[in-house]
């Protein structure tokens, strides 16, 4: 067993025994640290939500079977990270086994609104994280700005940027991002 899966093995038998912790919103292991982040606010939780309808209304005849699902762990032992996107495509059928978490092969596409507290994390860690596991599209939404971009191409070597209003290609979809709010 590599450093990094023994390491992640430690970080994730701790982070399985916390308590359910207040004014904590999502738990994720990057870098070999435990992160800790402030649950979402409404404005997020909207973009989530107006992408992942324009998404399920597309994957019936793209990918049948697949749905764009929050709030689900995503895991890579190998490089020990566990990443909690806010929004993922991965096929229906997953859902129902008992494993806690999905693997990186599983996932099309993950999408990630940018918190208000640590943007830095979507902006870099994340694309990191998500080019190593092989994730083939990551859609980053940004609020704060009224911007986003799409990463895809292996490794994240093409980078389309967008503002909100415009409609953009992700892979084989199309988001319309004129109903995004910015952050006030």
Request: proline residues 12%; charged residues 20%.
């Given at each position: 067993m590599s450093t990094a899966s023994t390491d992640y093995a430690r970080l994730?038998?701790?982070?399985?025994?916390?308590?359910?912790?207040?004014?904590?919103?999502?738990?994720?292991?990057?870098?070999?640290?435990?992160?800790?982040?402030?649950?979402?606010?409404?404005r997020h939780e909207l973009a989530v939500l107006r992408?992942?309808?324009?998404?399920?209304?597309?994957?019936?005849?793209?990918?049948?079977?697949?749905?764009?699902?929050?709030?689900?762990?995503?895991?890579?032992?190998?490089?020990g990270r566990l990443r909690c996107p806010d929004l993922m495509v991965f096929a229906e059928e997953a859902l129902e086994r008992e494993?806690?978490?999905?693997?990186?092969?599983?996932?099309?596409?993950?999408?990630e609104v940018v918190s208000k507290s640590d943007p830095e994390n979507d902006h870099e860690a994340k694309v990191r994280d998500y080019a190593a596991m092989g994730i083939p599209?990551?859609?980053?939404?940004?609020?704060?700005?009224?911007?986003?971009?799409?990463?895809?191409?292996?490794?994240?070597?093409s980078r389309t940027h967008f503002a909100f209003g415009?409609?953009?290609?992700?892979g084989p979809w199309r988001v319309d991002t004129?109903?995004?709010l910015t952050y006030a």
């Open positions: 994730r038998e701790i982070l399985d025994g916390l308590p359910p912790l207040p004014g904590v919103g999502r738990t994720e292991i990057s870098e070999g640290a435990i992160r800790l982040t402030l649950p979402p606010v409404n992408i992942a309808r324009q998404l399920n209304a597309q994957l019936p005849s793209t990918h049948p079977g697949y749905v764009a699902h929050p709030g689900a762990d995503l895991e890579d032992v190998g490089l494993q806690p978490s999905f693997l990186p092969h599983e996932v099309l596409l993950v999408v599209l990551y859609l980053l939404v940004d609020p704060r700005k009224g911007t986003g971009i799409v990463h895809d191409e292996p490794g994240y070597a415009d409609t953009v290609a992700v004129s109903g995004l």
